[in-house]
């Protein structure tokens, strides 16, 4: 048995579980494939394969290519860059494995105080040899919006009540009713944009909600506010986001995805000095990877077994 592993841009993944009680001959790819031409090629012969989150993406057109592939294990509980449809049809049994969000959170947090307190700009300045610079903002008594009250919204507004904000929240399937029940108050979709001193997204991607965040949007906002997205990158439109920061609508943006990953190395957004950016570490805590890595250990011998375990549907 063969079996590739994807995507480990830190080199942890053997470190980090028991590949050896596999028995099989086990393979590690670091770096992000240019695209399809480039997975097919380096994947052809594998019979099993691990994927972090939705870093590579299996479409039908590529699962096809992989007539090998048997065993396709995500990590995470699901991957919507995988077309599980066509890996069934194709008899490719697709495993997932545990999760938790509090990592991405915790991301979510340091950003905006990043964001904020011009962290970044008094690290540099320090390291160059200076001192203060810029004049940051704090958050009691400001108004934290968030975009979006699931799991991972619910438990930012939590934290921002401890900091003493005032939370307020909408998104497309919201209810008043739900969001009292939270301890946040439901606002209209234009409220949230204009009352919003930081504003977080925290929506799932999806035909929905892809530009939910886009000129309109970006105008209402205050020019002293802050927008945080650590979902997915298109749910705002970066064109907009992009024109807003260079015009200096808003305060500044706290990013951590981006509609293409990795981010191109000429990417405006890497030298915007209203940009606080990171590459997509919301959920890359070595806690949980640990999960990650030794779940699918645990995917690929049960599979081996003939009993699959934490198969997606």
């Known amino acids: 048995m063969k079996i590739a592993i994807l995507d480990d841009y830190q080199n942890v993944a053997l470190s980090l579980a028991d590949w050896d009680s596999l028995g099989a001959q086990v393979d590690v790819f670091n770096e992000a494939f240019a695209g399809e031409t480039a997975v097919v090629a380096a994947l052809a012969g594998y019979e099993v394969v691990v994927a972090m989150r939705e870093r590579t993406r299996f479409p039908a057109s590529t699962l096809r290519q992989l007539p090998q592939l048997r ?5 995470g509980p699901g991957n919507a860059a995988i077309d599980v449809d066509t890996a069934r049809q194709l008899g490719i049994t697709v495993c997932g494995t545990g999760y938790f969000s509090y990592p991405t959170v915790e991301l979510t947090w340091g950003l905006i105080l990043s964001a904020t307190r011009l962290i970044p700009q008094q690290v540099a300045s320090v ?14 008594g400001a108004t934290l919006g968030v975009l979006g009250l699931g799991r991972l919204g619910t438990r930012v507004t939590e934290i921002g009540r401890a900091f003493g904000m005032e939370t307020i929240a909408w998104s497309q399937n919201l209810t008043p009713q739900d969001a009292q029940a939270k301890g946040v108050a439901y606002v209209s979709r234009d409220e949230l944009f204009a009352r919003s001193d930081v504003l977080s997204v925290h929506v ?8 939910l965040v886009g ?4 105008r209402l906002m205050k020019p002293t506010a802050i927008l945080v997205n650590t979902s997915r990158g298109p749910v705002i439109d970066e064109t907009a986001l992009l024109g807003t920061l260079r015009e200096k609508r808003i305060a500044g943006a706290a990013l951590d995805v981006f509609d293409r990953e990795p981010l191109p190395a000429d990417h405006p957004l890497r030298s915007m000095d209203n940009a606080v950016v990171t590459p997509h570490i919301g959920y890359v805590s070595r806690d949980l990877y640990e999960v990650f890595y030794r779940d699918a250990v645990e995917d690929i011998a049960a599979w081996a077994a003939g009993s699959p375990q934490r198969t997606l549907t």
């Not at 065993?71 to 990590?75: E, G, H, R, Y």
């Not at 799932?204 to 530009?211: D, F, H, I, K, Y």
């Open 215 to 218: 000129a309109r949007e970006l």
């Open 204 to 211: 799932v991607l999806s035909e929905r909600t892809r530009g």
């Open 127 to 140: 390291r160059n040899g200076g001192w203060q610079v810029g004049l940051g903002t704090s958050l009691n």
């Open 71 to 75: 065993l396709l294990v995500t990590t």
